[in-house]
């Protein structure tokens, strides 16, 4: 991957951080004032209530939704006896209502969810990831060349020795990195815990104890790597703070650090703003004349593959192979783009052809290397589906920056006219039976005024006869096309 940029777009409402790859939109991060991102984030918070039979406690952290600990994320204290053969203990031997407990926010609230959260506490830097509370030294398995890795280990091993308290994971960006790298890095985490440290022995639950970094700040620590040519940022002040921030964190990125002056929109420069509009369509169009189509519901994301206009040059086979293969492309680059997460179902056209499903397969599998999010992709299924999940740690760019219809509520589609004249038949009918009276008003769209005037006529003057009651009709352009109301006068 070459020809690689970070865009940053500050205004006082949202920072918008793009990532441009060979002068394509890959990826968006949104961060708003008022909604900002809390993963990473540590509290000191108090059980509100344990519920044995999800193995699960709910804490409030002080937010509106208490946040949820399985016991999986519960680290068991020191010296306490853990049931034989690696089954987790029961959380009611961990956690009593009432406890005061520090937890870290790996999920952000989704939907109705409150916040997933883990005792099992992480600080990240450039390079490492430090865990005050396990004392283990790990290699990022994205990492993949063994020479490298046992390198890695040995150089931070030399800095960290087994008397320190503490652990430490080597991220992915760390590959070919120097000693003195680690040994800043190292400096820098320790000085963070225990000043972290001191905030908890102060704080009085529920209270937030530290937060992660901003979006910009954090795209400096998590996205820049050797294959980013630059960075450019559009706010002065942002500028600043960034170019002090590389100084003191990432000195070998500072000299690719630029300040955009320019009055030309900086998300214009690779049309990202038409790339974010066209992200949130359900249709995206292939090259060839084939198309995707993307429906995110709550259970899950499906992607289902159609040729379209795409007639090909050969066989109906190699019309699906090309036409399957440019998809998983354009999947992969549509899952970090709108950041979807959780379980997602692709239906690729069928192909009869074993050796096809496995270069299909293969192509996904290699799309989806450059993705910084996990995912974990099955093969074919028996009815010609592939079943993969991707990790999701935030709200998709759809729920970030959409919200229900409230015409439709959510549904995507509204009743035809039709129907809603024939529900204001049957309220009109059910109106007059109950309340003694001589003439009824109907307040409705104008659109389906107008079909209750022309092809429903008939029906209307039927239900005057039969109710023996005078009907008033009138328009109403402020209704939706759902909305009535049937007023007895």
Request: charged letters at 30%; aromatic letters at 6%.
């Amino acid at each position: 991957m070459s020809g690689s940029e970070i865009l940053v777009n500050v205004t006082p409402q949202e920072v918008r951080v793009a990532i441009v790859e060979n002068g394509l939109l890959q990826e968006v991060h949104i961060e708003r004032p008022r909604t900002r991102g809390i993963v990473g984030n540590i509290y000191k918070g108090k059980v509100s209530r344990v519920l044995p039979g999800m193995q699960a406690a709910f804490i409030d952290i002080g937010l509106d939704k208490a946040a949820f600990l399985h016991a999986s994320d519960v680290l068991p204290p020191a010296g306490a006896d853990l049931p034989a053969g690696g089954e987790e203990p029961p959380i009611a031997s961990l956690l009593s209502d009432g406890d005061e407990v520090v937890v870290q926010v790996n999920k952000d609230p989704i939907g109705t969810k409150g916040a997933r959260v883990s005792t099992q506490l992480t600080l990240p830097s450039r390079f490492l990831v430090y865990m005050p509370f396990i004392e283990r030294v790990g290699v990022s398995r994205r990492i993949e060349s063994p020479d490298e890795r046992s390198r890695l280990k040995e150089v931070l091993e030399a800095i960290h020795p087994p008397e320190e308290p503490g652990g430490f994971i080597v991220r992915t960006v760390s590959e070919g990195v120097a000693a003195a790298d680690f040994e800043r890095d190292v400096r820098f985490l320790r000085r963070l815990w225990e000043s972290l440290q001191e905030r908890l022995r102060r704080a009085r639950a529920p209270e937030l104890v530290h937060e992660d970094f901003t979006l910009p700040m954090r795209a400096m620590r998590d996205m820049v790597d050797d294959q980013v040519d630059r960075v450019r940022i559009d706010s002065r002040e942002t500028w600043d703070q960034i170019q002090t921030f590389a100084r003191d964190f990432v000195p070998e990125v500072a000299g690719r650090i630029e300040y955009y002056p320019g009055e030309r929109p900086i998300f214009d420069l690779y049309s990202v703003e038409e790339e974010i509009q066209r992200s949130l369509d359900r249709t995206v169009y292939l090259k060839s004349g084939g198309h995707l189509v993307i429906d995110q519901t709550e259970a899950l994301t499906s992607v289902d593959v159609n040729t379209g206009g795409y007639v090909g040059k050969k066989t109906l086979e190699e019309t699906i192979l090309k036409t399957n293969l440019e998809a998983t492309q354009a999947i992969a680059r549509q899952l970090r783009l709108r950041n979807l997460g959780g379980i997602i179902i692709i239906d690729f056209i069928d192909m009869d052809r074993p050796e096809h499903r496995e270069r299909v397969y293969y192509a996904l599998e290699h799309a989806l290397s450059r993705d910084r999010a996990k995912s974990h992709v099955e093969g074919f299924s028996a009815l010609g589906l592939v079943e993969m999940t991707r990790k999701r740690t935030r709200e998709s760019l759809e729920r970030t920056m959409t919200e229900h219809c409230p015409y439709c509520q959510g549904r995507g589609v509204v009743k035809s006219v039709q129907t809603v004249c024939y529900e204001i038949f049957r309220e009109t009918l059910r109106e007059a039976r109950q309340y003694p009276s001589e003439q009824l008003l109907i307040l409705a769209n104008p659109s389906v005024v107008d079909t209750l005037l022309d092809e429903e006529s008939k029906g209307l003057a039927d239900l005057e006869s039969f109710i023996a009651k005078s009907i008033t009709l009138r328009s109403e352009a402020g209704y939706t096309q759902e909305q009535f109301d049937v007023v007895v006068l």
